[in-house]
T-cell receptor, first 112, second 115 residues
Framework: SQQGEEDPQALSIQEGENATMNCSYK?????LQWYRQNSGRGLVHLIL?????REKHSGRLRVTLDTSKKSSSLLITASRAADTASYFC????????????FGQGTRLTINP | KAGVTQTPRYLIKTRGQQVTLSCSPI?????VSWYQQTPGQGLQFLFE???????NKGNFPGRFSGRQFSNSRSEMNVSTLELGDSALYLC??????????????FGNGTRLTVT
């Protein structure tokens, strides 16, 4: 079963608006990562946040992590058409499983 | 630096056949992980190779196998193909054994269709 679950499964907004995606997970983690995937392509790493961090920024991206609630959010500000893609969270569980576990993803569509 | 290269980009096979997919990691990266992506199951971990040794394996049948060469290039093989093996197979490389506090670098995948 998937460790991470993204919410919503799909999101459609107008260009220029902010987009927020959420990820919930089940076990304790070492870190959480966000990836973007354009249709039919590979995943591109966006940001990594460690379990002892609460917030991280990278350009128009802002990621928060709440380990007490086992959840993370990805905020994309001032969205652009090029941000249209699927976004996945991936967790590194602190259970010795030794693998990244991906969620099902959020499909984001930016309308011009 | 060149990115992760996967070949071929597309494959069409029939049930019962076998297939070999190739992955060349970023130069200097010693870890190669393989994932299967389908609409229903999402991204599922297949296995990871580091320094020519399989370090971890996902919950897939023995028909799925892989190997890594001394130059870190990796291949995965699927024997006795089934319709359910149709998927996008993604390879990802990393300088160190997974998991660690560094990102995975993905190739663009091989789209396998089994008919």
């Amino acid at each position: 079963s998937q460790q991470g679950e993204e919410d919503p499964q799909a999101l459609s907004i107008q260009e220029g608006e902010n987009a927020t995606m959420n990820c919930s997970y089940k076990t304790s983690i070492n870190n959480l990562q966000w990836y973007r995937q354009n249709s039919g392509r590979g995943l591109v790493h966006l940001i990594l946040i460690r379990s002892n961090e609460r917030e991280k920024h990278s350009g128009r991206l802002r990621v928060t992590l709440d380990t007490s609630k086992k959840s993370s959010s990805l905020l994309i500000t001032a969205s652009r058409a090029a941000d249209t893609a699927s976004y996945f969270c991936a967790t590194d569980p602190d259970d010795g499983a030794q693998k990244l576990v991906f969620g099902q993803g959020t499909r984001l569509t930016i309308n011009p | 630096k060149a990115g992760v290269t996967q070949t071929p980009r597309y494959l069409i096979k029939t049930r019962g056949q076998q297939v070999t997919l190739s992955c060349s990691p970023i130069s200097g990266h010693r870890s190669v992980s393989w994932y299967q992506q389908t609409p229903g199951q999402g991204l599922q971990f297949l296995f990871e190779y580091f320094s020519e040794t399989q370090r971890n394996k996902g919950n897939f049948p023995g028909r799925f196998s892989g190997r890594q060469f001394s130059n870190s290039r990796s291949e995965m093989n699927v024997s006795t193909l089934e319709l359910g093996d149709s998927a996008l197979y993604l390879c990802a490389s990393s300088p160190w054994e997974q998991p660690n506090n560094s990102p995975l670098h993905f190739g663009n995948g091989t789209r396998l269709t089994v008919t």
